[in-house]
């Protein structure tokens, strides 16, 4: 069953910046690209490293070992080193200002 | 008659009617010289082999005489804003890291580890050192060797040279441009006179407000010439022909490396005498996709005025309204003609105070028989206010219509014209028994000059 997890304040992080949150064991990766906000697994699908850091540039991010990107949109990966999709939370924001995703 | 005489007078002839000198001569503002400039000398009129488009061979001596000798076009410095961003560059065979390594300096590596060979880069992105992703060699992003793991087991690279091989860069207009060849002329000697005649547009302040590629059925040739005259509006594009001076359009070379179109707007087309000058202006209000608006609801002819002058005005307000400042020096011509540069091989770019349009058509590869043809459009944007990013570049999947990409408006239905055009062309050749083309002495002179520019670099 899904649950909800509250998170950061909104205004906590900015555009382009990345914000590692542990929930229920998982390390995910909030995210802020052009005014929204996403969350992924905090482990890139090429080689485990964490994304922590990775630069992000419209809605791509980029994993800083060997700079694979991923459009945060869909999780989808661009290039040859992995085809394997990063997983992808919805994030929403709560009443109070923060922000909230659903884990499944 | 002598033969001497003969030969001066081929090629010369021109529409009847008005010319785009003509016009210059109703502009109210001082007209700029380089407008002024029509420079078409005589290239001949033999017909031209379909090898040079479709043959293997043909490509072949591309990749080993043109492709690298010729200063090439790789990205916008806006696509790689801060140090250790770089860009991957693909030619033919060859790939390139185009990396920028200070506020103003790019360089260009060789992407191939010096270790087993690996691409050291994948795609685009940021990097704070180049690891291969195969055993973690090491280079800063100025490619100086940093190191390899396992050292002891590498001592004899240690007399080595390790840096990462380069190739020479260098911009202009915002662009950077990469040659593999080390005794190349300086890329503002290829470039002249282009930067003279883009003094009033400065590409480089401009940012990529749409950036759209899609690869074609075509040789990247054959690609580029169907943005290389104005012949062709007359059975391609006849819905534009209200306002589209087609036959009329002037043709230059300068040197080996830039020529230019320029089809006047707002003028009908010299097949089309009877068109009103109402209807001049609502079909290119409606229809140009590079005016200051795209609607001609609510514009009315005023008594007395031409379409010409009505739209250019139209636009001048506009565009100034966009930028936050007048455009008092503007001519018409600049407000609404199409006025196309082509810079040898691949790249070609508009003047003009509406979006600069660039395209570039790329060999797929090492694919002599398919091309990547790439649309951006470089914009102005309100001066004091921040310069937006470059917009990501938009891949269209080989199915799909220009028209589907809204960031390009009105340009994308006229692509998808062209397309029906380009891998026809291809295949037809082909097909063709007489195994050539024959040019328009004139209007097609422009692509003949890119010819005789190859034949340059393939026999040198």
């Not at chain 2, 529409?15 to 002024?36: F, K």
Request: with cysteine; glycine share 8%.
């Amino acid at each position: 069953m899904a649950t909800t997890d509250t998170l950061i304040p909104a205004t906590d992080i900015t555009d382009n910046q990345t914000v590692p949150v542990t929930l229920d064991g998982k390390n995910i990766l909030i995210c802020k690209a052009n005014g929204d906000f996403y969350a992924v697994d905090n482990m890139c699908t090429h080689q485990r490293a964490e994304l922590t850091g990775g630069r992000i540039r419209n809605c791509f991010l980029a994993c800083p070992l060997h700079g694979v990107r991923f459009d945060l949109r869909t999780g989808k990966p661009m290039g040859e080193l992995t085809r394997v999709p990063l997983k992808t939370y919805d994030v929403s924001l709560a009443d109070n200002g923060n922000l909230q995703i659903e884990l499944d | 008659m002598s033969e001497l005489i003969k030969v001066k007078q081929q090629g010369e002839a021109r529409c009847e009617g008005l010319s785009y000198q003509d016009l210059l001569n109703d502009e109210t503002i001082e007209v700029p010289a380089y407008l002024r400039e029509d420079s078409n000398p005589y290239m001949g009129d033999e017909d031209i082999d379909v090898a040079r488009w479709i043959g293997r061979d043909f490509h072949e001596q591309e990749k080993k005489k043109l492709w690298p000798k010729v200063w090439q076009m790789t990205c916008r410095e806006e696509d790689i804003p801060e140090v250790g961003d770089h860009h991957v560059y693909e030619i033919v065979d060859q790939s390139i890291i185009v990396t920028r390594t200070g506020e103003n300096e790019f360089k260009a590596f060789i992407n191939s580890c010096l270790h087993r060979g690996r691409i050291l880069r994948d795609n685009d992105g940021h990097a704070e050192e180049f690891v291969c992703p195969f055993h973690g060699a090491t280079w800063d992003i100025h490619g100086n060797f940093k190191g390899i793991p396992c050292k002891w087991d590498f001592s004899h690279l240690d007399e080595k040279d390790m840096s990462l091989p380069q190739v020479k860069t260098g911009t202009w207009g915002g662009f950077i441009f990469i040659n593999f060849d080390e005794d190349c002329v300086p890329l503002d000697d290829y470039l002249s006179p282009l930067p003279e005649h883009f003094a009033r547009f400065p590409l480089h302040d401009y940012y990529k407000g749409a950036h759209v590629e899609r690869v074609v059925q075509c040789n990247w040739k054959v690609g580029a010439e169907a943005f290389m005259e104005s012949f062709h509006t007359l059975e391609t594009h006849s819905e534009i022909l209200t306002f589209t001076g087609d036959a009329n359009s002037q043709y230059d070379t300068f040197g080996d490396h830039v020529s230019r179109s320029v089809t006047p707007m707002g003028v009908p087309s010299p097949h089309m005498p009877e068109v009103t000058e109402a209807e001049t202006m609502r079909d290119i209000l409606e229809l140009s996709g590079r005016m200051a608006t795209d609607s001609a609801e609510g514009h009315e002819m005023p008594e007395g005025l031409t379409a010409r002058t009505y739209v250019a005005e139209t636009n001048r307000e506009m565009f100034s309204e966009i930028i936050g400042e007048p455009l008092d020096q503007a001519t018409k011509s600049e407000l609404e003609d199409a006025i196309l540069y082509m810079l040898f091989p691949n790249t070609q770019v508009w003047t003009g105070y509406h979006g600069n349009i660039v395209y570039r058509f790329l060999p797929n590869g090492d694919d002599h028989t398919s091309c990547i043809f790439e649309t951006m459009i470089l914009m102005r944007y309100p001066k004091g206010t921040k310069k937006p990013d470059p917009a990501e570049k938009n891949t269209l999947r080989p199915d799909q219509a220009f028209s589907e990409a809204p960031e390009i408006g009105g340009l994308g239905p006229v692509f998808d014209q062209d397309d029906s055009n380009m891998a026809a062309v291809q295949k037809g050749m082909i097909a063709s028994r007489k195994g050539k083309v024959s040019l328009a002495s004139y209007q097609e002179s422009r692509i003949r000059h890119l010819h005789q520019t190859i034949d340059k670099y393939l026999n040198a």
